[in-house]
């Protein structure tokens, strides 16, 4: 299996950026799909972004293309979400997770880290 552990979070002004990382540690990073979730506070967890195994494929949910990278270091054993243009409506709690595909829904994934906070402020 594989740990996740995300940083990067915090307060920013509307309009800033963000880059969270989610760090690796376990059984080989390469071999995992990876994939960004959010939850706003009372609301569902929403998917962001995913990235395939070897960072050749990326997708996006239609809320964040264009303003949001998602990228991977596999000698790093890394995912990381760059997030620029920050709105308030970002403002969740953004989880990574493992699994075998880049899809768009949670069941797709086995492995989720704790979360970090992200305040988007107007």
């Known amino acids: 299996q594989v740990q996740l552990v995300e940083s990067g979070g915090g307060l920013v002004q509307a309009g800033g950026s963000l880059r969270l990382s989610c760090a690796a540690s376990?059984?080989?990073?390469?071999?995992?799909?990876m994939g960004w979730f959010r939850q706003a506070p009372g609301k569902e967890r929403n998917f962001v972004a995913a990235i395939s195994k070897s960072g050749g494929n990326t997708y996006y949910a239609n809320s964040v293309k264009g303003r949001f990278t998602i990228s991977r270091d596999n000698a790093k054993n890394t995912l990381y979400l760059q997030m620029n243009s920050l709105k308030p409506e970002d403002t969740a709690v953004y989880y990574c997770?493992?699994?075998?595909?880049?899809?768009?829904?949670?069941?797709?994934?086995?492995?989720w880290g704790q979360g970090t906070k992200v305040t988007v402020s107007s």
């Open positions: 997770a493992a699994g075998r595909l880049p899809i768009a829904t949670m069941r797709g994934y086995d492995y």
């Open positions: 376990g059984r080989t990073f390469s071999s995992y799909a």
